[in-house]
């Protein structure tokens, strides 16, 4: 029905989660009102991000150099090392601005029901980093999930000889939550890390 | 602080209507997660549907051919014409698979306020197939606005000569809807439109 280039434009917006038939058909019309330049700008960077696009040999950050803009920086605190579960994390923390540091991107967290196991998450590139570089604090910043806990749990022991503070993200009752929608487990770790009003 | 080509990605994916920053994100990254194929596919039907894709010479319906397949499959019945307001339509229909006849598409509709004025809908066009393609009936299924009345208005007017009867898609309360969430105007057009029952 559709002209055959429509439907594989159609078929390839499917891929992306989230978009199912009737968004992907939108995108592709959408495309069409499009001006040449953009179409064509779209269809390139498709392409670099497959092409260009790898993880920092340190650090595992996506970037298209040898090492990303954070590893290269040397005004960084090098003394603060903060381990996430994916790029994405890396970026959040970088848009907020408030962390001067390193980062270590493992390749995702500790999850036995998902057939995930310690050896699967680049542990090893971190423990051979970790005991190369003198850090004096190391921040777990994981979601705060089983999953996040167990990680944290994990590589907390697996550095414990190394004799680095460790910390991870506070977590408890979100700013601007409403009390009465704050899940019981949050609730319990809001109350055990209480912090008094000084 | 994105590497280039995924900050080019980002800004693509917001050209599409309805993409915000958060958004192109989230799809940016989620192209990382294709496979090689399937990238190089998106990429690939981009520029296609730019390159390949045009109007029909005779219905303006898109197509990568001169004539589109239903111009050109003479197993349509071509004594009735539906007209539309937009390709989507025709596949609209296309889909609904109850419709044998043939279809023209306009320019849009007439809508002064947006400084659409009929000599900007392609009328010429329509009106040059209507006097040598003989049909008997012509439809108009243009969406139930002060725009779509308007441009059926007009277009009855300038074909009212020509003895071929004209028709328009009925309006009225949808299946399924509340009659209390019903439009004023929807309901004076189902009360007017009112079918005996047989």
Known sequence: MYPESIR???ESFKYLPGIGEKTA???AFSVLDLEEEQ???FSESLLDVNNKVHKCSK?????EEDLCYICSDSGRNSNVLCVVEDTKSVFLFEKLGMFSGKYHVLEGLISPL????PEDIGLDKLLDRVQEEKFEEIIFAFKPSIEGETTALYVKKILDDLDIKITRLASGVPIGADMEYV???TLERALNDRKEIE
């Open 25 to 27: 058909e939108r995108l």
């Open 59 to 63: 650090c595992n950050t996506l970037t």
């Open 114 to 117: 998902d057939g995930i196991n």
């Open 8 to 10: 594989s434009l159609i």
């Open 183 to 185: 899940d019981s487990l």
């Open 39 to 41: 179409i064509e700008l």
